[in-house]
Nanobody, 124 residues
């Protein structure tokens, strides 16, 4: 059974750091493009970062470049999202998802399976 489980969310102070995990089961994570998205109530889900299946290249939305880092541990079958210097506007539920194509993209329609999400709250 294909499953993605996010963890690592919680309360973090602005300027701190937080690492989110996306653990996969039922499939090999490195065979697929994996994306991170986030969503706040009343707004559409937005792309954050993705790591491609073809060569493991990482991509980020422009507004988050330099603050977030995506990585993949094939031995653990897990993708991580390292959040550095988070800001209050980064508060959201963060989701990981399995892509339906080799190339990275930030449209939710490019992803088929989603985890349940993990809440991140950035506040003093």
């Amino acid at each position: 059974q294909v499953q993605l489980v996010e963890s690592g969310g919680g309360l973090v102070q602005p300027g701190g750091s937080l690492r989110l995990s996306c653990a996969a089961s039922g499939f090999r994570l490195d065979y697929y493009t994996i994306g991170w998205f986030r969503q706040v109530p009343g707004k559409e889900r937005e792309g954050v970062s993705c790591i491609s299946s073809s060569d493991g290249s990482a991509y980020y939305v422009d507004s988050l470049k330099g603050r977030f880092t995506i990585s993949r541990d094939n031995a653990k079958n897990t993708v991580f999202l390292q959040m550095s210097s988070p800001r209050p506007e980064d508060t959201a539920v963060y989701y990981c998802a399995i892509g339906n194509r080799d190339l990275c993209g930030f449209g939710p329609y490019e992803y088929d399976y989603w985890g349940q999400g993990t809440q991140v709250t950035v506040s003093p």
